[in-house]
């Protein structure tokens, strides 16, 4: 991995050395060139940047381009000394028409108004038919999965969205993969969430469909990010107000899985704009599990078997508002705000039945548990930023601060041998628990881009994140024949704080050589700090600091307009947050421990990525061989207690009935992946996206003396088809096979969806159904775990079968074009979850 990284930035190196020498060749009749035209290239229908579109100078007559140039990645673009003249200006990218207009060039920099690329059924050439955007665009450096195209959407959460984007999986439990691994970062318009950093899967539900525009996958991110999520970035982007006026939308859905109502209000007049949002729904879930487990000691041979039920429920609410104001040009100040809250419980009825080689252990009880969590995220992000005249050129300053609060408990009665819960007097033993997790943290940053001519450009930053987080729990328990109430077990509380302090400076050098190669060359330097607080256990912990140095870098050959080229690496770090560090030990299961592990060490992932991508009339197709390596891995592994693979924690007994799982410093991983992903319209009214994607994994640990590979695969396909008079039918499968993890195997992945919607009023009310998963009630996650002390098998059967209406108006018109400055603090492993049960 080392050599294959030098030999990168020594080829880039080699490139910016050589582009000032080929500036220099002498111009065979070079007129008078003062004049500059400079510009931005965005999507017709979002107003989002086209990154990387091709803008190219043509004569008044003909089609011989005269010079050109790839904008950036927010799509400006800058053509500097060209002589005065009337000429043509012509922007293009793959996937959408082409626009061209007349330009005059004079002496000075002349700012011509904004290319609106639109959508196209033909995608390349003059005359093009506008059609509605696709489902799945192929970009250069991500792919977009544009949710507001697809009608099946309507009603559900975040998680519904996510689960039909292109490399991305989401289980029956709500838990997300990005290429098969759950190490990634999740943005919301291009900033953190708190609420996501601290718990995915409950956090997902509580960002309605109908509030998202587009998510993008970014496998291999710029310097310019932050250099967690070795899997790369998840992007939500949230839809946006107004040029002019005044818009909203209402909204409002109700089915067998979960309802929520929704709305925003936008508006903008002159320098001022203003953006707001609020919504609230609820979610209500069934499931059933199983566990069969059989354990291998000197004695002989013992047997676990779990049955139970589970109900998930609970609520939530999301709002955001956000101010821009232009007090003068090149000048914007910015405040945006959002509070995030939710809260619920799962109730579960587990029967356990224990047979051991010696039968005096044997043991049958039912344990009816009721599980609480709750959390409260509270963002406030002010920016400033400075444009000049000079194109592309920006500078900007951002400071925010989160608070980002959770709760987590539970409750459980025992029967000692029964197969049914009783009345409660009737238990053999009662406990229960409550913890929170307070936090919060503060985050500065600044950025500044400075161009060099049409093609090369030099982006800087500067970044501090200072984190404060913990854990308080206490635990009490009740033995009725014994005591006549609760009381507070001895080891068991916990009381922890820990503080994660990251700076980080940041430095990118693009360049172009000719008209068809564009390069750049990054690192990022992140050092951190950490600390932590043990105040109910004598754990030690050493504060630490250390540097971790993160290159990156790409180089990018377009042969054609539709026919590219790309090859990128980068190096990518995961620190561990507080649901991997937290210590408390979870004996909701009496038979299956958890609690996490203070003393974690950061990972750091080295990633290759050769992608090509080209466009053939209607269809554009991107492929992908990528190669990502992590050394010292962060795994999730179970032992038995009798032979543990870590130390326990105080209090755990060593008992051959108990498995403990907990989190470990114990694997070198690779993934070997190809990927092939295209948008179609085979039928003028047709959009089709599909996208297999194969893995070869191979996973080593010495410290468990284990080694696993194999293959995995999974397939997305996404169709839809618009009848006359606003009727749209859409219809979406996602597949996967098992994959091996270091311990065993994960499970298969079935869920197929389809929808109707009809507009009417005059476009502006949607009315649709949705229905998931009619052919099976559930699907079984079943996965298996294999070590030297036992073998097991679980199955979770997730309820998938569902239907929702949907109901939806919007008034006024047009997309906000202005983007907020954001901070990206996409530093941190945790939360890929679901809730954090105490």
Known sequence: ??????????????LVAARPAAAQAPATAAPAATGALTGTVLDSLSRQPVAYATVVLLPATGDKALTGVAADDQGKFSLTKLAAGTFRLRASYVGYGTRTRTVVVGTGTTAVSNFQLPTTAQALGEAIIIGSKPVVEVR????????????????????DVLRKAPLLAVDGDGNVKMRGSSNFKVLVNNKPSPTLARNLAEALKSIPAEQIQSVEIITTPSAKYDGEGTAGIINIVLKKGVDQGLNGRVGASSGNRNSNFNSSLNFKKGKVGFTSSASAGAWYRPGDFSRDRRGFSALGTDTLRQRGNTYDKGAWYYGTVGLDY?????????????????????????????????????????????????GLNVEATGTYTRTFATARKEWSTLAQYALNNGTYGYDFDQYNNSLVALETNQASYRERSRGRTPGHEVTFQTDFTQPFGDKNALEVGLKAIFRRTGSVATVDGLTPALAPDFAPLAGRATDFSYSQDVQAAYGIYSLGVGKKFTANLGTR???????????????????????????????????????????????RITRPFIDYLNPFVDRSDAKNITYGNPNLDPEL????????????????????ASVRHTGNAIEQIRFATTNPSVPLPAGVPSDPSITAQTFANVAANTFYQFNVFLSAKPLAKMDLSAGPDVQYIVRRSPFLNVERRGFTAGINVNAS??????????????????????????????????????TFLKEKADLSLNIASPFNAYWPYRSTTTTLAFDERTENRSYQRAFRFNFSYRFGQGSQT???????????????????GG
């Open 525 to 571: 330097l992140e050092r951190t700090a950490i600390a932590a607080e043990f105040r109910a256990t004598p754990t030690p912990f050493e504060p630490r600091s250390y540097l971790t140095l993160l290159p990156n870098g790409s180089a990018r050959y377009a042969f054609t307009d539709a026919n590219s080229l790309r090859f990128a690496y980068s190096r």
């Open 140 to 159: 250069a450096d991500r792919l977009v999965y544009n949710a507001d195209q697809d009608v099946s959407n309507a009603g559900g959460t975040a998680q």
């Open 326 to 374: 232009d007090p003068a040009e090149h000048h914007t100040l910015s405040l945006a705000g959002s509070v995030n809250g939710y809260g619920g419980n799962s109730t579960q009825n587990l029967l356990n039945r224990y047979t051991s080689f010696n039968p005096a252990a044997n043991q049958l009880f039912l344990r009816d548990t009721k599980n609480l969590f709750s």
């Open 721 to 758: 088809y618009k009848f006359d008079k606003g009727l749209t039918l859409q219809g979406f499968t996602y597949a996967s096979l098992p994959t091996p993890e270091i311990q065993g195997t994960g499970s298969a992945n079935l869920y197929y969806q389809m929808g109707v919607k009809k």
């Open 1 to 14: 991995m080392k050599t294959s990284t030098q030999l990168l930035l020594s080829f880039l190196l080699l």
């Open 605 to 624: 992932t080295d990633s290759y990525e050769l992608s090509y991508s080209t466009a053939i009339k209607t269809t554009t197709i991107n492929a992908a």
């Open 818 to 836: 202005k983007q907020r400055k954001s901070i990206n603090n996409d530093d941190t492993k945790g939360g890929g979850g679901s809730k954090q």
